[in-house]
């Protein structure tokens, strides 16, 4: 199977927007992003309940076979919902950095082979929608969710390191950490960053000015985001309380707004009629927000992250939960009254 001759490849880029954790995300195009494949994680999307569609990222592939020879000069294929069949190399650019190349491939697609042999070694990824691609400024909350983060598979070590984690920073106390954040700064024009290790020195208190720092653009605090946001968790968490033996561990929260403010629209309906309805008008499969953003008060609230998640439904594992996450549900109700402190005392 040939490549097209002088066909354009897709640098396949590093996530810029990526705040916090520490798997590499790399961005296939400006709607899909490309992760490793996390067998756990992989199966999460495989069984995802449908009532949760909507605060996870869209789940674009069914299953991707990479094949690389080497290092340098490596190929391999990538079949996809969307794109159908790619081939992946590593080339050089014009600096010598080593860059992952996706090309189209053309012939036909059903016959691609994965060769297993000494020389070549198999890799999977995932493709997942890229939640900021709607957004001209992105401004990205990354909160670890929970008062526990080491999966039931983790070994001693790991898990007493995350139990440190934790009874070291505001998860313990109240069920939630900053991972990550960026916020554009009106003023200056630039994005201010925020990453998990200062996120983790934080007390309560500076949790709350964080939050209230997120939604600050340096000039004024941008008040019309909280009610929608409070709105999403409000939905979120009454959608978890209803999901038996589910363990989100490790799992992060994004919240996502625009840094650009957009007009708001002026028509008969308010603005969160007018997204419930964009929401509804979707095709499900879509993704929950596959539209642009009405207005300056669009904001998106979504679960990321599921390789340590754990549940009944997946056999292999040797704990099963019983009841509902109340690690997790307990860090969004104090989320939730966090982001209504900071509305009440500004006046929203």
């Known amino acids: 199977m040939d490549v097209e001759p002088r066909t354009k490849g897709v640098l396949l880029e590093p996530f810029v927007h990526q705040v916090g954790g520490h798997s590499c995300v790399l961005r296939f195009n400006e709607t899909t992003l490309c992760k490793p494949l996390v067998p756990r994680e992989h199966q999460f999307y495989e069984t ?26 490596a190929s391999g294929n990538i079949e996809t919902k969307e794109q159908g069949v790619v081939s992946v190399r590593f080339e050089e650019d014009e600096d010598r950095n080593l860059c992952l190349i996706a090309y189209p491939l053309k012939g036909d697609h059903g016959a691609v082979d994965i060769v297993d042999n000494s020389d070549c070694e198999p ?77 983790r020195k934080l007390s309560v208190q500076g949790f709350k000015e964080a939050l209230f720092q997120f939604f600050h653009n ?7 985001l909280l009610g ?18 589910y363990r989100f561990y490790s799992s992060s929260l994004l919240v996502i707004y ?3 403010e957009w007009p708001e629209v002026t028509l008969d309906s308010d603005a969160e009629d007018l997204e419930d309805l964009s929401e509804e008008s979707a095709d499900e499969s879509a993704g929950a927000y596959a539209y642009k ?27 099963v939960h019983e009841g509902q996450d109340a690690g997790y549900i307990f860090g969004l109700q104090s989320l939730i009254d966090i982001v209504t402190e900071i509305s009440e005392e500004s006046g929203e």
Do not use: W
């Open 258 to 260: 625009d840094g650009k």
């Open 228 to 245: 929608p946001v409070l709105k999403k968790l409000t939905e979120l968490k009454a959608v978890l309380e209803q999901q038996e033996s």
């Open 218 to 224: 340096g000039r004024y605090l941008r008040r019309e």
């Open 123 to 199: 890799k999977k990824f995932i493709l997942l929608e890229n939640l900021t691609s709607r957004y001209e400024v992105p401004c990205v909350l990354d909160l670890k969710m929970g008062t526990r983060q080491h999966g039931d598979d983790a070994s001693e070590e790991k898990a007493a390191n995350q139990i440190r984690k934790c009874q070291q920073s505001t998860s313990a106390v109240i069920g939630v950490r900053v991972c990550g954040m960026q916020v554009y700064q009106a003023g200056t024009g630039q994005l201010m960053f925020m990453n998990k290790y200062h996120g």
């Open 293 to 319: 953003p009405i207005g300056a008060s669009s904001v998106d609230v979504r679960m990321i992250d599921f390789a340590h998640t754990t549940c009944r439904l997946y056999g292999e594992d040797s704990v």
């Open 48 to 73: 995802l309940p449908a009532e949760m569609r909507k605060f996870t990222p869209q789940y674009k592939a069914v299953l991707i076979f990479v094949r690389f020879a080497d290092e340098f000069g």
